[in-house]
Structures are given as C-alpha cells and as structure tokens.
C-alpha cells in the first residue's frame, strides 16, 4: 500500500523559532502537496511541487525526489501558525487518477 | 466568490437514518472529491467524479452513495447511517489536467451517528 508518513505527529514551539515537518513517501509521485487545516477545520492548499523548492512569505517547502522525502519550514514563527500541516501526494501510476494519498498531519502549536 | 460551499455543517442522525450532504462549487471544476476524516487518520477518500453525470469510488466507498448531476454539485448519501460513519466530511474540487491539481476544500460537515 502506497503510505504517506509525517514527522513529528506534534510539535510545540516558542514563537520566533525555525520549524521544520517532514514527509516522506514509499514509491514515485507525480506531485506532493503540503495543506493547512486551521483550528476551526477549513483546509487550505500551501504548495504544490514537483522538485526543488518553493516559498512564500515564511514558509518555504523544499522536496528531494531521489530519497522521496519532502520538508516544511516556517521561518519566525507565530501564533497564528497554529494549525495542522497535512502532506498530500499524487502518485504517478496508471488508474490512479491523480487523486491524493494524505498523512495523518503535524498538529503545530506556537506558544508566544 | 463562494468557492465551495457544504451543507449542512453540522448534523447528529440517529442510527439507520438517512442523509444527503450537499457539496456545490462556482469554479467551474471538472474534478470533485468527498471525503472523510477521522482522529489520527489522514483524509481518505470515499468517492470522487471526474464530471458531470461520472462518479467512482475512492478507498472506503461502502455505506455511501453519490451523484453528479450538475457539473458544480457533488451529492454524498448515507441511506441507512452507522456509527461508524460518524465522522467530518469534507467536499473538494480542482481543475483537470496538468499543473492546475491543487484541490480546494469546503468547510467540513461534521457528522454524528448515535
């Protein structure tokens, strides 16, 4: 079974502090997708990448497609922060349609 | 611009009941997806459409049914709830094809079976 794993599953941080949450993934994906999913439950597209890196404001999410393992920084941490961070992958098989396999996500709770 | 839109957003039913969740988007989306979340699981997928009048099942179909009638609503039907579909439910749509897959979500219906 294709999996998604997250890492670490909870992390507590003092606002200012450099955060980083890993992904890491079994076979070869076409993309991966990092989400956030606010405190009151809506759930928003962060990235979308395919190789590389991309920022955007303080998060900056890098992937290595050789040892199939992406990260999510957030630079200067803040309270409002808070938040889960999901990781989403397209895998690149046939019949998969495109859909995406999700990890459990990483519960972030900055304190100020 | 609404986006899209779930309803209900919060709904307790009784056990062997029956519902619909309405899901509905104004993007002009092609793709749609019903989803459920559970504590410590990751969103899994219960059905999805690929357009209007198509539907397929996702990795936990079974005590659902769906329908596309119209290509900006997405149907979700419990005909005879379980506990074990208690659960928050999330509704998401996206554009075919290429670079333009990020999937945008509705608020949640959270749903509890007695």
């Known amino acids: 079974k294709n999996e998604v794993e997250q890492s670490p599953q909870n992390l507590t941080a003092q606002e200012g502090e450099f955060i980083t949450i890993n992904c890491s993934y079994s076979?070869?994906?076409?993309?991966l997708h990092w989400l956030q999913q606010h405190p009151g439950g809506g759930i928003v597209s962060l990235f979308m990448?395919?190789?590389g890196k991309k920022k955007h404001g303080r998060l900056i999410a890098t992937i290595n497609i050789q040892e199939k393992h992406s990260s999510l920084h957030i630079t200067a941490s803040h309270p409002r922060d808070s938040a889960v961070y999901i990781c989403?992958?397209?895998?690149?098989?046939?019949?998969?349609?495109?859909?995406?396999?999700f990890g459990k996500g990483t519960k972030l709770s900055v304190k100020p | 611009n609404a986006g899209v839109t779930q309803t209900p957003k919060f709904r307790v039913l009784k056990t062997g009941q029956s519902m619909t969740l309405l899901c509905a988007q104004d993007?002009?989306?092609?793709?749609m997806y019903w989803y459920r979340q559970d504590p410590g699981m990751g969103l899994r997928l219960i059905h999805y459409?690929?357009?209007?009048?198509?539907?397929a099942k996702g990795e936990v179909p079974d005590g659902y049914n769906v329908s596309r009638l119209k290509k900006q609503n997405f149907l979700l039907g419990l005909e005879s709830a379980a506990p074990s579909q208690t659960s928050v439910y999330f509704c998401?749509?996206?554009?075919?094809?290429?670079?333009?897959?990020?999937?945008?979500f509705g608020a949640g219906t959270r749903l509890s079976v007695l």
């Open positions: 990448l395919s190789s």
């Open positions: 993007m002009n989306h092609e793709y």
């Open positions: 998401a749509s996206r554009l075919a094809g290429g670079d333009k897959n990020i999937q945008y």
């Open positions: 459409s690929v357009g209007e009048g198509t539907t």
């Open positions: 989403a992958v397209k895998y690149d098989y046939g019949g998969s349609q495109g859909n995406l396999i």
């Open positions: 076979v070869g994906i076409s993309a």
